[in-house]
């Protein structure tokens, strides 16, 4: 395999790495927020656009989909990362023809994703035609033609595959998938089958519904809050005051993570009195520090200890579930022996958490993306549901499962139908209301579409929003696969890793932010988003656009079915674009649980989708109509003698693939991103030390003969206390390291938190 330096516009021997320590969350971001905004927009446009953020009247943050309170909500209702992506999008940067012009294909391929994103806001429609060295502008009536004439000259609908990011609108999203299924296919591959993909099929088979039971007034009624691979402090901050609350309220939180978390230890609300002048909260009241992958057998075990001393709902049981008795023979015969492999915990610790379950009438079950990317993710999220089934913890308040998702509307886009395997239901009322014929066949996932097109399946790629190259697997295949394609499309607000990996043909589309006002034929137009809590509200930008060339996601997608589909089409697209109330009053028809929906989103807080184990202990979703006790074989992650078992992640100054700056400072990193950490414990048995740098070599079994490497290169050690025999480095650059054919068992989700790595000396 070629071996590739790292991309050089950053001198990574300014990287600076310092003693780990302590920090407490909170206070140190209000400065940087502002520093940020200023530097991005100014002094009155920062002013001007933060206090909109998560306002009623406001937009939505671009960021998390954590919920704003219903009621009252702060005059500053943001966290740090969210007033980054708000400067990012709001800047006074641009990036316009002349930069094109100035700068070939070659030259951009080079530079980091950092240095991307930093140029600045795209402004107008530019293609890169076969074999040119620049991409050059183009109109938006010769882009669409250009995109159509490859899509109707496909043999096959699923010659094409159509990704969508979570930061779509609920209007975007309907309209996309609209489109795409009156093109023939369910091509539809999102960003939610390389995150939350896990939870949406255990929860699904264990509740009937593949989302979270719990509300944000939940917390507060909370006995015990349980947060399992997930760190808040960086990925979703605001959660840190909701958890701060329950603190207050006589909470006890429990932090289930391979590394100390620097927002689960110690949180300064920036927003208080106690935050500004006090310690902070000390919000862990126990740090269990697990060995990547022990999830499952830490809630086999609990569950063990649960029925050992009768700690069950029995009413609940009896009355709401089944599957009860195999459950419980399973978990019966534990293997403790492997349990304490799988963990690494101590008995004590175990026996601690069971404990407080045990004692507890409410608990909440939180968890991120440490538990889903792993080969057994969706059997330690049912291992999750089983002990929350045990307790009664569904359908009463304070209590609940809560995946705790990322991209602002990742869920909302499911809801409305970005998908590849949409239910039967869905389908049939999308052909009966546009009268249209909506294909049946499942479509590609995000695994499967670069399988496609690795493998020339599929021919092009058209992608709303994210940077699709930079945040799947196997980077080196992914890119191959993206240069095979004839054509592939980037609706974006800034320049990313996929706008420099592209087809022979290539075209980026610049499309309004969330903060911008999108002004229509009928006037100003607002849209809808649906938080993590299954919350629809309302978000209007307010600024004015970056470009007057710019269109809105909307629009986009309503002239390019326009230029696929024929102006005979019986989907009114025109008259979708001009209006966006008419494609909510199809919405509410369409989807479930969305009725009266222009009427009801333009309530103050939206109104809440509904869910029925939540609402009314039903569980008509699952096969028998009761929640759904499982018996699953336990996963104990071994390695061979010398290997460590690697996790990607983010830095602190970063947001999915978006990379803000080259600080981290929670874990005591500055000034570079390639650096690997690693137990004092392990440096040792490696015979390695702090500082020395390394290649990142992945061991993949692909086949019964043999294993395949994949090589990410010059990497420097940093000694962290992360448990024995883990590691982590920051995706996007160790994403080189997951092998394509490596998914989650059901869901097909990436393996990035379970990867098999040694640690090659290099020269530095």
């Not at 489109?179 to 099929?201: I, K, Q, W, Y």
């Not at 569980?619 to 006790?629: D, M, N």
């Not at 394509?740 to 379970?754: E, N």
């Amino acid at each position: 395999m070629d071996r590739k330096p790292p991309r050089q516009d950053i001198d990574e021997s300014r990287l600076d790495v310092s003693e780990p320590k302590r920090w407490a969350a909170g206070i140190p971001g209000v400065a940087v927020s502002i520093k940020r905004g200023v530097e991005q927009m100014g002094v009155t446009r920062t002013a001007a656009t933060l206090r909109l953020l998560n306002q009623r009247e406001g937009f939505d943050c671009p960021g998390c989909a954590w919920p704003e309170p219903q009621g009252h909500r702060k005059l500053a209702e943001f966290c740090e990362n969210g007033a980054k992506a708000v400067a990012e999008e709001a800047t006074r940067r641009r990036v316009g023809p002349e930069f094109f012009a100035e700068h070939p294909i070659a030259e951009l391929a080079g530079k980091t994703d950092h240095w991307l994103g930093q140029q600045g806001r795209l402004t107008e429609p530019v293609v890169l035609r076969e074999g040119a060295t620049h991409y050059e502008p183009i109109e938006w009536h010769d882009a669409f033609s250009l995109i159509a004439s490859h899509l109707n000259g496909l043999a096959s609908p699923d010659e094409a595959v159509f990704y969508t990011s979570g930061r779509t609108s609920n209007e975007a999203a309907f309209l996309y998938q609209l489109l795409v299924r009156s093109f023939g296919t369910n091509n539809l591959p999102d960003c939610s089958n390389m995150c939350h993909e896990s939870s949406g099929a255990a929860l699904s088979e264990t509740t009937g519904i593949g989302k979270g039971s719990v509300s944000i007034d939940d917390f507060t009624r909370a006995d015990l809050i349980v947060v399992v691979g997930q760190n808040p402090g960086t990925n979703h901050p605001r959660m840190l005051s909701a958890l701060e609350e329950a603190k207050r309220a006589g909470a006890k939180i429990v932090a289930v993570n391979p590394l100390p978390e620097a927002g689960l230890l110690r949180f300064k609300n920036p927003q208080n009195v106690r935050g500004l002048v006090g310690a902070g909260t000390e919000l862990a009241d126990e740090f269990l520090q697990i060995r990547l992958g022990g999830d499952q057998a830490l809630f086999q075990a609990v569950g063990n200890l649960l029925l050992s001393w009768d700690a069950v709902d029995r009413e609940f049981v009896e009355g709401f579930t089944d599957g009860f008795a195999e459950y419980a023979d399973h978990v019966r015969r534990l293997d403790w022996d492997a349990v304490d492999v799988a963990t690494g915990l101590p008995r004590a610790q175990v026996e601690l958490l069971a404990r407080m379950l045990a004692g507890s009438q409410r608990t909440i079950f939180c968890w991120a993306m440490g538990l889903t990317q792993h080969k057994h993710s969706v059997p330690t999220i049912r291992e999750i549901a089983n002990v929350a089934l045990v307790r009664g913890m569904i359908g009463k308040p304070g209590a609940g499962l809560c995946p705790v998702r990322g991209h602002s509307n990742v869920q909302g886009d499911r809801t409305m139908g970005i998908w590849e395997k949409m239910p039967e239901k869905f389908l049939a009322a999308l052909e009966n209301e546009f009268a249209i014929p909506v294909p049946r066949k499942h479509g590609f996932d995000t695994v499967a579409s670069i399988r496609a097109m690795r493998d020339g399946e599929a021919k092009v790629f058209f992608a709303v929003g994210g940077n699709f190259v930079a945040a799947s697997p196997d980077t080196r295949v992914t890119e191959a696969a993206m240069r095979k394609l004839d054509l592939s499309v980037q609706v974006s607000t800034k320049l990313n890793r996929s706008h420099v990996v592209h087809g022979r043909t290539a075209l980026i589309l610049p499309t309004l932010g969330r903060t911008e006002s999108d002004l229509q034929h009928t006037g100003e137009q607002f849209v809808t988003v649906e938080d993590s809590m299954s919350v629809v509200h309302r978000s209007r930008g307010r600024l004015a656009p970056a470009s007057d060339r710019l269109l809105s996601e909307v629009s986009i997608v309503c002239r390019l079915a326009r230029a696929v589909l024929g102006p005979d089409h019986p989907v009114p697209w025109e008259e979708f674009e001009k209006d966006y109330d008419l494609v909510r009053d199809r919405i509410a028809r369409v989807v479930p649980g969305c009725h009266d929906y222009n009427e009801r989103v333009r309530r103050p807080d939206g109104f809440v989708l509904p869910h029925a184990p939540r609402d009314a202990r039903e569980f008509t979703g699952t096969r028998t109509g009761k929640a759904h006790f499982t018996a699953n074989d336990l996963t104990v992650l071994r390695v061979p003698p010398g290997r460590l078992l690697l996790q990607t992640m983010r830095s602190h100054d970063q947001y999915n693939t978006t990379i803000y700056g080259l600080d981290d400072r929670y874990r005591g990193v500055k000034n570079g991103r390639r650096v690997v950490f690693v137990s004092p414990e392990d440096l040792d048995a490696l015979d390695l030390l702090d500082g020395q740098h390394v290649d990142l070599v992945s061991e993949w079994p692909d086949d019964p003969t043999g294993v395949t490497e994949r090589r990410a290169e010059r990497f420097r050690v940093v000694s962290y206390p992360t448990a024995k025999g883990c590691a982590a480095a920051y995706f996007p650059e160790a994403n080189a390291l997951v092998p394509l054919d490596s998914t989650a068992t059901v869901s097909g989700t990436p393996t990035s938190k379970s990867i098999v790595v040694r640690l090659e000396r290099i020269e530095t």
